[in-house]
Every structure is written in structure tokens, then in C-alpha cells.
């Protein structure tokens, strides 16, 4: 069975100056709505901050984020200066179960860059669970997965948590901030359980059992 259920969003990130040309390209070219727009995710961090800007088409977000420095280089441009501009930082994916899949992930040799948070990251409320990043290296240039789960009925809507979307995009900034001042450059998988005689299944017809 598949732990994943759909792409919930995708978080590319802009070069400095650049969220307005890549938002006009989102709204009116491709016909997404701007639902969210935070232009300082950390107002009070003298190092560095970011802004977030989220882009609805229905079925799922586009988020884009620009660095901002101050006393400090943001990590969103230490990510452009090495993958360029408008490229693609994190891709969310919404789980069936995100608990049983955390557990089951683990246990294979996955690695949660931290704890799961309960917010609204801009999109709406969610749980949601970033991972170290694909690649060993510096935390802030690392591409990277987001596991979440959204509330699919009222009474799930009401059994998390809410907290406001000023605090939109500062769950992953502090997490990949914390990472980067701890010099954590360990990446998400342990690939240490693959066995050595893995072989690729065949080939099965979309959907089948
Ligand atoms: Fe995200």
C-alpha cells in the first residue's frame, strides 16, 4: 500500500528580487491564486529571516520563498547560489497515516531533521514532518522531503492544534537554521538496510493490486 497519498505542495526558492516576477508567472500564467502572502517569516531574527508567499490551484500549492539577509547570509540564498534561481527546495507530500509512516520510515533508516509540528503553514492546518535533506552536506543547500497530513473532515480539523500563519514557513526555516549553526550535515536515509541482493520488481499495470 502506499504511504502517500497525493503532492500536497511544492516550495521552490526564488533569488533575491525575484518573488514577484515568479509570482506573476504562478497567477497569471498558469492560474494560481495567491492565498498567503508573509513578506517576513522571522520579523525579529537579526540574522536572517524569509519570505513566503502561497499559491493555490485546488488540488495543491506552489509556496515561494526569497531569502533575506541581515547579519547573516538566509539559508534560502546559500540554497540559490547553489541550485539557482527558482529551483525547487522541497516537494510535500500528504500521507494516508503520516504517524504510521513516520514509524515505518524510521524504522527502515530515515531521519526527521525534527519534531512534528502542528501549525498553519499557509495552505492551512497540518501536521507535518521535515527530513534532513536527500544529500550529505550544509543543511541550507540540501533539497529535501516534507511528510504532512491535512484534517479531511471537521472533526479531524478540530483534533489539531491551531496555531496562526504568521508562524507560516518558520517551522522548516528554524529546523534547517538549528541544523546549519549545529554543522548537522548527516542527510534523511540510512541506506544501510537495502540489502545487497535488492532486485527491481517488475513492471505492474498502474493500479493493480
Ligand atoms: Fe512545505
Not at 504562478?26 to 529571516?49: F, N, Q, Y
Not at 547570509?73 to 516537494?91: A, I, L, T, W
Not at 500563519?165 to 538496510?193: L, M, R
Request: some cysteine.
Amino acid at each position: 500500500m502506499s504511504h502517500l497519498r497525493k503532492i500536497d505542495h511544492v516550495t521552490y526558492a526564488c533569488a533575491p528580487g525575484t518573488i514577484e516576477q515568479w509570482a506573476w508567472f504562478h497567477i497569471e500564467v498558469e492560474g494560481g491564486t495567491l492565498i498567503k502572502r508573509i513578506d517576513d517569516v522571522r520579523p525579529d531574527d537579526a540574522d536572517s529571516s524569509m519570505k513566503i508567499w502561497c499559491i493555490d490551484y485546488g488540488d495543491f500549492g506552489i509556496a515561494l520563498v526569497e531569502g533575506i539577509d541581515r547579519a547573516a547570509k538566509s539559508q534560502v540564498n546559500d540554497f540559490v547560489d547553489r541550485h539557482g534561481d527558482h529551483s525547487c527546495q522541497h516537494v510535500a507530500y500528504d500521507c494516508h497515516n503520516l504517524e504510521a509512516f513516520q514509524a515505518h520510515m524510521k524504522s527502515m533508516g530515515g531521519h526527521p531533521r525534527g519534531e512534528t509540528l502542528v501549525r498553519d503553514d499557509g495552505f492551512g492546518i497540518l501536521k507535518q514532518m521535515f527530513a534532513k535533506g536527500y544529500a550529505y552536506g550544509h543543511a541550507g543547500e540540501a533539497t529535501f522531503p516534507e511528510y504532512c497530513q491535512r484534517p479531511r473532515n471537521a472533526a479531524e480539523a478540530q483534533a489539531v492544534t491551531i496555531t496562526f500563519s504568521n508562524e507560516a514557513g518558520e517551522g522548516f526555516y528554524k529546523q534547517v537554521q538549528d541544523a546549519i549553526d549545529q554543522g548537522d550535515e548527516t542527510p534523511f536515509f540510512d541506506f544501510s538496510q537495502m540489502p545487497a541482493d535488492w532486485v527491481v520488481p517488475a513492471e505492474r499495470k498502474r493500479g493493480a493490486a
